[in-house]
């Protein structure tokens, strides 16, 4: 074993914390991941800190909340001060490298404000969200009018070189179908998704990136630590899955849906205005559930079969020993649970994600098989690498928690009490349905072990008792006689908001050392 050990940090995106066996699912067949949790800490309880792929992942990298970083939805632009996973770990030594998606954006106005042409130094590091971009493809290639919007990705190329012909085919193999009348009918279409995608399966996405993170651990092998992001695209949508995958699970195999006629009947004037997308619509009919959500379970096989993959790999090359393994993801999916598609909101099923640590290493070695019940949040992993990785720690900045201790021993004393996650809907149709301004569109939770509180601009709270109504189908949020926990929760609220680290260019430590010395340094105010 090494010093510092590789960190193989995988994300899959959209994957529900609950559908995973290891996480009590009782028909998906997840047995490589179900494996890693019997091996490490499966952390039952651990949070988001926004509810979509761009906010979430920010979090994630920079170890801040969405509140701090400010990059809070897709394709918002991620400060340049902000320091990520990649500029904590290289200078410790490590090659910190991305294979997948991050959904990062660069801030094309600061670069160019302060000179910096993209590409080159010190812009590089920043202009793939510090990491080493060993293939980054954030899975989304869109046509319109049948021509590519964006940038023709690596994965396109590779197709093409198959005999996979045409100018997308990620579009037109990976995520189109066949019909029984031999057309070809796109996977955008969710009617589409009991059909196999046209690709082999060892042809598809998520075999595609399986190999480019294997290709690289292939070549890593020079003793010097590496953090590898792993980052997968599915189960996201489009919901199209390979043979076998996609007839792998049929409607009853499917968890029952979560939502009752009081729920659609008299909605949270936000969870309406989320109702009326034309996601939640279609997801509240019993067809598009039974046809999209067997998939989707096939598509988490599928990630779970190449999960093992890569096991299979670090244990044949001795690797193993050497490296801890993450899995997790970036967000839940409503899957017409509570009469709603997608996510943007603050439901289990949407900010809850599930979180497996297996460390190798001896010190880990009273943990292991623990299902942990402690407050986690995605926040935790950047200061949790960092201590991996032998770096002093930068609370200054770092709003997470090393997750060491928990990884550990298993019993912490002073854990969280509280999880956080904030969402900014500026962009959804919801914001005008309500009559919002851009900066109105905000909500903040604030999940405790017994109660989940949502505050809402302009709109009542919400208010959630977890111990008797785990499914969240009985809104307190105006119920007189709650006025005491919400004011309690409100009051925690207000407390995490004005704790946030904002003072992030001084560290602690400095502050420490120059506490009180200002005569020392000739600045004699205040004499007599």
């Not at 995106?13 to 091996?39: F, S, V």
């Not at 001795?318 to 970036?330: A, H, K």
């Not at 709003?399 to 060491?404: D, K, P, Q, W």
């Not at 307190?476 to 409100?490: D, F, I, N, P, T």
């Amino acid at each position: 074993m090494r010093a510092q050990p590789n960190i193989l940090f995988i994300m899959a995106d959209q994957l529900r914390w609950d559908y995973l066996g290891c996480t009590g699912h009782p028909h998906i067949k997840t047995p490589n991941i179900d494996a890693l949790a019997r091996r490490g800490v499966n952390f039952m309880r651990t949070f988001v800190q926004s509810p979509v792929c761009g906010g979430s992942r920010m979090s994630f990298y920079t170890g801040r909340y969405n509140f701090s970083h400010g990059a809070s939805y897709n394709n918002f632009p991620l400060r340049i001060d902000e320091k990520t996973i990649g500029d904590y770990l290289r200078p410790l030594g490590y090659r910190t490298v991305l294979v997948g998606k991050t959904h990062f954006k660069p801030d094309l106005e600061a670069l160019a404000r302060l000179g910096i042409s993209p590409g080159s130094s010190p812009g590089i590091p920043y202009w793939q969200c510090g990491f080493e971009a060993f293939e980054r493809d954030d899975g989304l290639h869109p046509e319109v009018d049948g021509r590519l919007t964006g940038p023709d990705p690596a994965y396109n190329t590779w197709l093409r070189q198959l005999g996979y012909a045409g100018e997308n085919p990620w579009h037109a193999w990976a995520n189109s179908v066949v019909d029984e009348n031999g057309v070809v009918q796109s996977g955008w279409s969710m009617r589409n998704a009991r059909r196999p995608a046209r690709v082999k399966e060892e042809h598809s996405e998520t075999a595609y990136m399986t190999e480019r993170g294997l290709e690289f651990m292939r070549q890593a092998r020079d003793g010097a630590p590496w953090c590898l992001h792993l980052s997968y695209i599915k189960p996201h949508w489009p919901y199209i899955a390979p043979a076998p995958y996609h007839d792998m699970y049929g409607p009853e195999h499917m968890l029952p849906a979560n939502r009752s006629a009081h729920e659609r009947s008299a909605p949270h004037p936000v969870v309406a205005a989320f109702m009326d997308h034309e996601e939640s619509l279609n997801f509240a009919r019993d067809e598009v559930r039974e046809t999209v959500i067997p998939t989707y379970m096939g598509l988490i096989s599928q990630f779970d079969h190449h999960v093992g993959r890569i096991v299979a790999h670090l244990e044949a090359t001795g690797e193993i020993d050497n490296t801890i393994i993450i899995v997790t993801s970036d967000h839940g999916d409503y899957l017409g649970d509570h009469w709603l598609g997608e996510k943007d909101l603050f439901h289990e099923e949407v900010v809850r994600i599930p979180l497996i640590v297996f460390d190798p290493r001896s010190s880990a070695d009273a943990t292991r098989g623990r299902a942990s019940s402690d407050l986690v949040e995605a926040i935790d992993l950047a200061p949790t690498f960092l201590e991996w990785a032998g770096g002093v720690p930068e609370p200054h900045r770092l709003e997470g928690r090393s997750l060491v201790p928990l990884l550990e021993t298993t019993s912490v004393e002073s854990w969280r009490e509280a999880a956080f996650c904030d969402s900014d809907f500026s962009l959804r149709h919801a914001r005008r349905t309500l009559g919002l301004t851009v900066n109105e569109a905000r909500g903040f939770m604030v999940r405790g072990a017994g109660w989940k509180y949502i505050h809402f601009e302009r709109f009542p709270p919400q208010l959630f008792d977890l111990e008797n109504d785990p499914a969240e189908q009985n809104d307190l949020g105006l119920s007189a006689e709650h006025e005491a926990v919400r004011e309690r929760m409100r009051s925690r609220l207000l407390s995490w908001l004005i704790a946030r680290r904002t003072r992030v260019t001084m560290s602690d430590s400095l502050i420490e050392q120059l506490t009180g010395g200002a005569k020392k340094r000739g600045y004699r105010f205040g004499e007599w």
